[in-house]
């Protein structure tokens, strides 16, 4: 929801109200009492009647929407979904028990929300929860597509060994002159590598485990999982954050660990999901996407 | 764009392997922290680190770094003369830290 949320009195006019929507480029202003108690809302609708009706002059109290619908700051994002489609509004005031104005929240808001979750679908809650349920599932099936995969038939395969942080890279440096060698798309195989590199040294540093990388690629993308039945991670969102680790002192002092590597994965796949059980293990998989045409 | 040759000798670096000293660089990238370096090192690029073990040479062979520059006076570790040499990465040394040593390649017009 927006904080910062631009209210007007009752004692403005609604031509005062439409100038602030005008300059703000804004569909509808709160209008609250000295105590910050929400009474009423006015919308650009208000507003086109009240040009119509000529009481464009008049005050904001005698004809503002008085019984408005709002939500609670605590309220999830299905409860506000539900609220838009039930009733046709543009936008809620966010107030708390006490009435008190908190935010308000519009389509727009939600909107981007998901759109923000969409351009990297990772840790997808039901998809994970249906994994999860599902262990053998969770190691045999791709976490994009939801294809069966034949690991034997991957085009390339490494076998990531964790008892030596030196050694963390080489699966992903193989990959790179393999893929060098069957395509000539060195921006895409960079990609590619760059992300191959940080999951393979999640293995090395954090696992503690051996772990497997496998790619297959054709003439329009590169798909990559790395995997490993190790520690697991805790929390796929907090480790997600940027900045975020839990690496060792030591790992630190080699200039690994800075809580960027998964940063780095998001940044240079187009597609990529993360799934995690504590003592089960990692399976990250990734795709990139040739966008050029020729490979 | 400037030979790895040229950089070397206006530089003051010490050379501690490689020898493709013909070969040019174009960008110049300064970090510590792998992953960082691993997001952001443009292609054919100087890297100043003061990291010294194996794993700079994955990185930068995947960057397509083409040239490392141990900053600092420090040593590289045994094992990453090899390494590099598999993967054709120059390995060069600085007395001075990352900035002194970057004011220096500036000057050559990178």
């Known amino acids: ?295 | 764009m400037v030979k790895i040759a040229e950089l070397i000798k206006k530089c003051g670096l010490s050379v501690y392997s490689g020898d493709n000293f013909d070969e040019e660089v174009k960008n110049v990238y300064i970090g510590d922290l792998l992953s960082d370096v691993m997001g952001n090192a443009k292609e054919g690029s100087v890297w100043l680190t003061v990291q010294s073990h194996i794993n700079i040479i994955a990185v930068a062979n995947i960057t397509s770094t083409k040239v490392i520059i141990l900053c600092n006076g420090l040593n590289y570790e045994k094992g990453t003369k090899e390494k590099a040499e598999l993967n054709n990465v120059v390995l060069l040394k600085s007395n001075q830290n990352s900035f002194e040593t970057v004011k220096k390649i500036i000057e050559l017009g990178l």
Not at chain 1, 103 to 113: A, R, V
Request: charged share 30%.
């Open chain 1, 1 to 295: 929801m927006k904080k910062d949320v631009v209210f007007l009195n009752r004692g403005h006019t609604l031509w005062q109200a439409k100038e602030l929507m005008r300059i703000k480029k804004i569909s509808g202003v709160p209008i609250i009492d000295k105590k910050r108690c929400l009474i009423g809302i006015v919308s650009i609708e208000d507003i086109i009647v009240a040009l119509e009706k000529n009481y464009i002059s008049d005050l904001l109290e005698n004809h503002m929407t008085k019984s408005v619908i709002t939500v609670a700051p605590e309220d999830n994002m299905e409860k506000i979904i539900q609220k838009f489609n039930r009733f046709d509004f543009g936008r809620f005031p966010v107030v708390d028990k006490n009435n008190v104005l908190k935010g308000l929240i519009t389509k727009n808001d939600i909107l981007e929300t998901i759109l923000g979750q969409f351009t990297i679908i990772y840790d997808h809650d039901v998809r994970r929860e249906e994994i999860l349920n599902k262990e053998m599932e969770w190691f045999n099936k791709s976490l994009i597509t939801g294809n069966t995969l034949d690991k034997k038939e991957a085009d390339f395969e490494f076998h990531i060994q964790y008892t030596d942080v030196n050694l963390a890279g080489m699966g992903a440096a193989r990959l790179k002159k393999f893929l060098n060698s069957k395509m000539n798309n060195p921006e895409l195989v960079r990609k590619a590598s760059i992300a191959t590199y940080e999951a393979e040294v999640n293995v090395v540093i954090h696992s503690g485990s051996n772990g497997y990388l496998y790619c297959w690629f054709n003439d329009k993308e590169i798909n990559v999982r790395i995997e490993d039945h190790g520690k697991g991670i805790e929390n796929v969102d907090k480790a997600m954050q940027e900045g975020f680790s839990t690496a060792s002192d030591h790992v630190r002092e080699l200039g690994f660990g800075a809580g960027i590597g998964l940063v780095n994965m998001k940044r240079y796949s187009d597609k990529m999901v993360v799934v995690s059980e504590v003592g089960k293990g990692v399976v990250v998989e990734m795709s990139f996407y040739n966008k050029t045409g020729g490979v």
